[in-house]
Structure formats: structure tokens, C-alpha cells
């Protein structure tokens, strides 16, 4: 089992255009047979984790901006029911987005802001595997354009594209079953 992030648009029009993609992601890693992170917000990463506990997931982790639960819901306004658990953080919105990309065995993103764009370049630059869920506007149909300004490339980066979120959760599982398999037994 591994720890995938879904990291995406937590209010804009990409969350219109993207809410049945996030649910069909949520449901996608729940048959896998993985955990779901997510930044425990609005928007299409709570869609994609409520989907995921109604499709029978194992696990669902949040990783809270907040310090504590009341600030979670007061301050915040941010969701609780989608999740198993939640890490209140106290780290803010930056902080959170590192130790949410950094916890997380792979990412998939799905339309987005800025806060999306902030997870994508933590994701480059700690060489963790990232796959854009095609069809809700937002940044992740503008990553092609940034990457190609930004080249090259860390020489471990794995970015991959597809709009299908079954065939994306398994492009980033068979990376993850490679690049660990000499670790197999510790992802059962």
C-alpha cells in the first residue's frame, strides 16, 4: 500500500470543471488498495477523499494548516468527516505543503491555483513520482508549459499525464513497484 497525495484546486473554476474526475480519482486509489493523503481541504481533493471512504479505502490521512482541530474547522473552515485521521499541523498553508508532498509516496494533481503549482515544484524537487489528472483546467493543464521553460529536469523526476484516473493511479503504482522493489515487503 502506498501513501497517494491528491493535491488540487481547493475553490475556482477548476473545481467545477474537475468535481466527477476528483470523485473518480478517490475511488481509482481506494480499489488500488492505497492510503489517500491530501492537504485536508475543500475542493477536489476533499471530493476525492469522500469518494474514497465511500468506495471502501483503507485509510484516508489528512495534513492540516492548522494547529488543532478548532482551528482546523473555525479558522480554517476546513473539512473533517472524509478523513480517518488528520495531522494538525500548525505549519500554515507553506508548510503543510511540504510535509504533505514529502509523506506521500507519490502525487496526483487535479486542476488548480497556486497552492497546486506550490505541492507540483515540491514534488520536482524532492524527486516525488507526480501525475496530472487531465480535463479541469486550471494549472495542471499549464504544467507542460512550465516544465518546458524550467528544463531540464531533475535527472529523478517523474511527471506523467493521463485522463484517465485508473490508468494514472497504475502508471504511478508500476513506478512505485520499481523503483521499491527491493522494498516490497515493507508497502504490503
Known amino acids: 500500500m502506498y501513501q497517494i497525495c491528491v493535491s488540487g484546486a481547493a475553490k475556482g473554476e477548476s473545481v467545477e470543471e474537475g468535481k466527477e474526475l476528483a470523485a473518480q480519482l478517490g475511488v481509482a486509489i481506494a480499489k488500488a488498495g492505497h492510503a489517500l493523503m491530501t492537504g485536508a481541504t475543500i475542493g477536489l481533493p476533499n471530493y476525492a477523499a469522500e469518494a474514497y471512504k465511500a468506495a471502501g479505502g483503507l485509510m484516508s490521512v489528512g495534513i492540516s494548516p492548522a494547529s488543532s482541530k478548532v482551528e482546523h474547522v473555525r479558522k480554517y473552515r476546513l473539512p473533517i468527516l472524509a478523513y480517518d485521521t488528520i495531522l494538525y499541523t500548525g505549519l500554515h498553508y507553506v508548510g503543510r505543503d511540504t510535509l504533505l508532498i514529502t509523506s506521500s509516496d507519490a502525487v496526483v494533481s487535479i ?16 524527486d516525488t513520482p507526480i501525475g496530472f489528472l487531465q480535463g479541469a ?4 493543464e499549464q504544467i507542460t508549459t512550465l516544465m518546458s521553460l524550467a528544463h531540464p529536469l531533475r535527472a529523478g523526476a517523474m511527471v506523467t499525464f493521463n485522463e484517465s484516473p485508473t490508468k494514472l493511479v497504475k502508471e504511478l503504482t508500476d513506478h512505485l513497484d520499481i523503483e521499491h522493489a527491493k522494498y516490497h515487503n515493507l508497502y504490503q
Open 111 to 126: 486542476g488548480g491555483r497556486l497552492g497546486t503549482l506550490h505541492e507540483f515544484t515540491i514534488a520536482l524537487e524532492t
Open 137 to 140: 483546467g486550471g494549472v495542471s
